[in-house]
T-cell receptor, first 110, second 115 residues
Framework: QQQVKQSPQSLIVQKGGISIINCAYE??????FPWYQQFPGKGPALLIA?????SEKKEGRFTISFNKSAKQFSLHIMDSQPGDSATYFC?????????FGKGTKLTVNP | NAGVTQTPKFQVLKTGQSMTLQCAQD?????MSWYRQDPGMGLRLIHY???????DQGEVPNGYNVSRSTTEDFPLRLLSAAPSQTSVYFC??????????????FGPGTRLTVL
C-alpha cells in the first residue's frame, strides 16, 4: 500500500516557467510534510517542509501548498532554472517514520 | 563536521555473500536510519534507531540486520546477499527522535550490486 502518491513521474519545464509537483496521502495522522531534492549521485537534501496547521509556506522561489481536507500537498517552483534540474521527493511522517513518494524527475531546459 | 559518512561507495557481491555497510555521523544525532532507493520506487525505510541500543523495523526490513552500540555508528548488515538487494543505500540522521520535528541529513549513499 503506497501511503504517499506523487505525480508526475517526470516533468520538463522551460527556464523561467513554473514547476508543479503534486502529492496525496491517506493517513490523517501524518503531521509533517517535507520535500527533498536530490541531484544525481548525491543523497537527498531537505528543501522545504510544512505542518498541517499551515496552508502555504514559501521560501524563495519554492512554495508548498497544503490542502488538509483533500489530503493533498504540492510543490511550486517559480522562475524555474536549469540548476533546479533534479529529482524531487515529497514525504510524510508521524513520530519515528518518514514515508516518501516515488519521486519526480524535473528537467529545466535553458 | 563531516556530517553523515558512508562506506563503501560502491560494492559488488555474489549471491550468498555477507557484508556490512558502514554509516557514521558526527553531529551527535539521536535518530539514525537506513533507506534503499530503487528506480521508480522512491526511498523505502529499512531500519531505524532512536538512540544507542534501540532499533526497530521499517517498511522493508527482511534480509537486513542492524545494531546501534554507539550514538555515532549505525551499520547495516546483509547476512546472505540476494540479487533483489541490488540498490542504492542511504543512511540518514536527525537530532530528535521524532522525524516530524527535524530535518533528516542524508549520507552520499552506497551503490550495491548483487550478482
Amino acid at each position: 500500500q503506497q501511503q504517499v502518491k506523487q505525480s508526475p513521474q517526470s516533468l520538463i519545464v522551460q527556464k523561467g516557467g513554473i514547476s508543479i509537483i503534486n502529492c496525496a496521502y491517506e493517513n490523517t495522522a501524518f503531521d509533517y510534510f517535507p520535500w527533498y531534492q536530490q541531484f544525481p549521485g548525491k543523497g537527498p537534501a531537505l528543501l522545504i517542509a510544512i505542518r498541517p496547521d499551515v496552508s502555504e509556506k514559501k521560501e524563495g522561489r519554492f512554495t508548498i501548498s497544503f490542502n488538509k481536507s483533500a489530503k493533498q500537498f504540492s510543490l511550486h517552483i517559480m522562475d524555474s532554472q536549469p540548476g533546479d534540474s533534479a529529482t524531487y521527493f515529497c514525504a510524510a511522517s508521524r513520530s519515528e517514520k518518514l514515508v516518501f513518494g516515488k519521486g519526480t524527475k524535473l528537467t529545466v531546459n535553458p | 563536521n563531516a556530517g553523515v559518512t558512508q562506506t563503501p561507495k560502491f560494492q559488488v557481491l555474489k549471491t550468498g555473500q555477507s557484508m556490512t555497510l558502514q554509516c557514521a555521523q558526527d553531529m551527535n544525532h539521536e535518530y539514525m536510519s537506513w533507506y534503499r532507493q530503487d528506480p521508480g520506487m522512491g526511498l523505502r525505510l529499512i531500519h531505524y534507531s532512536v538512540g544507542a541500543g534501540i532499533t526497530d523495523q521499517g517498511e522493508v526490513p527482511n534480509g537486513y540486520n542492524v545494531s546501534r552500540s554507539t550514538t555515532e555508528d549505525f551499520p547495516l548488515r546483509l547476512l546472505s546477499a540476494a540479487p533483489s538487494q541490488t540498490s542504492v543505500y542511504f543512511c540518514a540522521s536527525s537530532y530528535a527522535q521524532l522525524v516530524s520535528a527535524n530535518e533528516q541529513f542524508f549520507g552520499p549513499g552506497t551503490r550495491l550490486t548483487v550478482l
